[in-house]
């Protein structure tokens, strides 16, 4: 990796505010009668989803001069984001279906991708008022209802308990598969990168994401898993990267804490 960019904490602490102004955007129209529009992909979109987008950009631009991708950005070919060493990548409103049910659990996701990997991610989930961030050197941590900010770190694997987080919207046949293979185990449904973070705080030991997923749904959780000690690799056990290929697509991954267990054995 090349050298990291300079002032990763105060760039952490910026993004963490201006997540939790877009937070403030996204609940204004919750606590409203909105509507649900469809994009070509059939994925839903509200105004939450943009307002936060343009309060974000705007934002970042304000703060540095490095690209911004954001899953509400016009599509930007990979012959000019492959010349990107640094760039903000951005899901605005992480986990619209659970906004759609009204079930809080979506989030803000901001992260800084450096060399292929997340140095900065920031997750907000602002209809729970909870957050987690973190950034390379400066460790993981969560915030919650505005208090004290306290450290969180991946706990040690117990086979004995072994505790999963999973998709409250996302199951196939593949994932039941790998679910029975991997033998007694609980499981805490969660939406959004909710998933990633609850891995990161040591309340689950593993969350297979059997299914596809974008770049910008992962990225920043997986920071805050990361600096928390834990691991996000694909199910060859390498870990996530981005924005190496055309598409903006991720392969199956895991998101796992203290543990050199090979999840890809149960597949």
């Avoid at 877009?22 to 979109?45: Q, R, T």
């Avoid at 954001?70 to 986990?95: C, H, M, N």
């Avoid at 000690?229 to 203290?258: H, I």
């Amino acid at each position: 990796m090349s050298e990291l960019p300079a002032g990763l904490g105060n760039l952490m602490r910026q993004a963490r505010d201006i997540a939790r102004d877009a937070g403030a955007a996204i609940m204004e129209i919750y606590n409203s009668d909105f509507s649900v529009e469809h994009k070509a992909d059939d994925s839903p979109l509200t105004a939450a989803d943009m307002a936060a987008h343009h309060l974000i950009v705007d934002r970042l631009e304000k703060i540095s001069n490095w690209p911004i991708l954001s899953e509400e950005s016009k599509a930007i070919p990979f012959a000019e984001r492959s010349q990107w060493t640094t760039y903000w990548l951005v899901d605005p409103l992480d986990g619209t279906k659970e906004f759609v049910k009204r079930n809080d659990q979506f989030t803000v996701n901001i992260a800084l991708i450096h060399d292929h990997k997340p140095v900065l991610g920031v997750v907000y989930a602002p209809a729970l008022d909870l957050m987690y961030y973190a950034a390379v050197g400066e460790g993981a941590w969560r915030e919650a209802g505005g208090g004290k900010a306290e450290p969180i770190a991946c706990r040690e694997l117990d086979p004995d308990d072994l505790v999963l987080s999973s998709s409250k919207s996302h199951r196939n046949a593949d994932l039941e598969a790998f679910l029975e293979r991997i033998g007694p185990h609980q499981e805490t449904p969660m939406g959004s990168s909710l998933k990633f973070c609850i891995v990161a705080e040591g309340k689950a030991d593993l969350y297979p994401r059997i299914g596809l997923t974008s770049e910008w749904d992962t990225a920043a959780a997986q920071c805050v898993v990361e600096q928390a000690g834990g691991q996000v690799t694909t199910t060859d056990m390498k870990p996530l990267a981005y924005n190496t290929k055309d598409d903006l697509l991720n392969p199956w991954f895991f998101v796992f804490g203290k543990s050199s267990k090979d999840w890809s054995t149960f597949l």
